[in-house]
DNA sequence: AAGTTCGATTGTTCAGAACAATGCTAGGGT
DNA sequence: ACCCTAGCATTGTTCTGAACAATCGAACTT
């Protein structure tokens, strides 16, 4: 009998899972004093090593500070938060939370933009001709999933061709978190729809056209970020 | 004797940088199997339960891979890492990398871009007044270090105003960034002549003109970027 | 009243041991 | 000869208990 959702083995991914709940939800306000550590690792039934490893990513991420011989305390996640907690809220408890899926969608298409037109101006020759490929595979992927793949093989391309490490690395960010998920996240449902998308975005970068580039980045963007949000209902 | 560079005391700081380092400067290439951790801590001379603390910070970030039975593995940060990696990534070994430095201030004047754009639809009479105070603020800041604090707190109330909470995670991120060497960082070095740009931004985000604001906050970014640019050198 | 000392609280590291998952290899069956 | 299965070695994971170190606050001294 396999699992619907496949939940952390190690004990210490519960607990790091639970207290990230608790602090993302508000049940621990920001500024407020956490428990101690032996309190909290009493609590959740592990050892103060294994708790120790939790906070360590939790600290890591910006949500708690702790310092030596103080309590530790809850930081505003809002103000400190990285990049990777928005993959743990756009999942609160089970379902798709609607609003921060149409933010991390409504983020990608603006930044994917500004990808495509700097990619128009930057792209070395084999990197437009592998896009055009990619893009051209898209009209005959097999099934859905096959879809997802080239739809994330040509981003990929783009943000490498675009050669500018932080959107490679912030698209790194919303990619795990629409892969962890894939199966709830059609990103590219109606493929053969959208498929001369990618060929005009591939062809305008060949071209170095980049605000064509941009326009026709979006508008794919745009089309993927609708299928979503009717089914994250 | 106060020391110039405030370097991490704990014990699992120096050993969550000493790995890091060995993994963006690429001595450990990826899908190369890892030490053991029994080695790996014998090597650092600290505990498994140190080593493991910095290692669990490694797997967060995306840079490591590590499954039971089995040896660890390095992940391709390009292709992996999260974004709090560019933070490191731009320090390598005392100075700034120019390029990725580089990389920084042309993604942040694209985002901030589009931050005030979505700002001038969306804000609220009340963060329209506050945008527009900071804005004048700036001007008579005192010295640079209260600028700095001033552009922080208007680029954050952009942030709020744009009301995604993708690109307000993203600014935290970047902050971090320059605010752990702020010193070295100029962003508002000379603020008295920065400062009409700020109030032209706000006064566009308060008169709902999105194309305006994004192309006055464009201009004031890529000021910033130049002075950055100058002394990084 | 102000400064100092000391103890309680809390995070940090250590040491060694037992447990659990994975890969490999030798042995047995077809 | 080939497959496959059991067992062993390797490696990550958790536990137990203890000692160490930084911070805060209260009691004490001046």
Same mark, same amino acid.
């Given at each position: ?124 020759? =084999?990197?437009? $001709?592998? %896009?055009?490929?990619? #893009? /051209? ?8 999933? *096959? +879809?997802? !793949? ?41 493929? =053969?729809?959208? $498929?001369? %998308?990618?060929?005009? #975005? /591939? ?8 605000? *064509? +580039?941009? !326009? ?18």
């Amino acid at each position: 009998m396999p699992r619907a959702t496949a939940e952390p083995r190690r004990a210490s991914d519960q607990v790091f899972s639970g207290l990230l709940e608790a602090l993302l939800s508000g049940r621990y306000a920001p500024g407020e004093k956490l428990p101690t550590q032996r309190t909290l690792a009493a609590e959740a039934g592990v050892t103060m090593g294994t708790l120790r490893e939790a906070l360590q990513r939790l600290e890591q991420m910006g949500l708690i500070e702790v310092r030596h011989g103080d309590a530790m305390r809850v930081r505003d996640w809002r103000r400190h938060g990285g990049l990777d907690v928005i993959a743990h809220l756009a999942l609160s408890s089970g379902g798709f939370e609607p609003g921060v899926l149409g933010d991390v969608f409504e983020a990608r298409g603006l930044m994917l933009g500004e990808l495509a037109a700097l990619a128009a101006r930057r792209r070395s020759p =084999e990197q437009a $001709a592998r %896009l055009r490929e990619l #893009a /051209a595979a898209v009209s005959h992927a097999a099934d859905e999933r *096959a +879809a997802q !793949r080239l739809d994330y093989a040509f981003f990929t391309e783009l943000a490498e061709a675009a050669a500018n490490l932080v959107f490679v690395l912030i698209m790194n960010s919303i990619r795990s978190l629409y892969f962890q998920h894939a199966e709830r996240l059609p990103v590219t449902a109606a493929h =053969e729809e959208l $498929a001369p %998308l990618y060929v005009e #975005a /591939a062809r305008a970068v060949e071209q170095r056209r980049p605000a *064509a +580039a941009r !326009r026709a980045v979006a508008l794919l963007a745009n089309r993927q970020r609708e299928q979503v949000e009717a089914v994250a209902r």
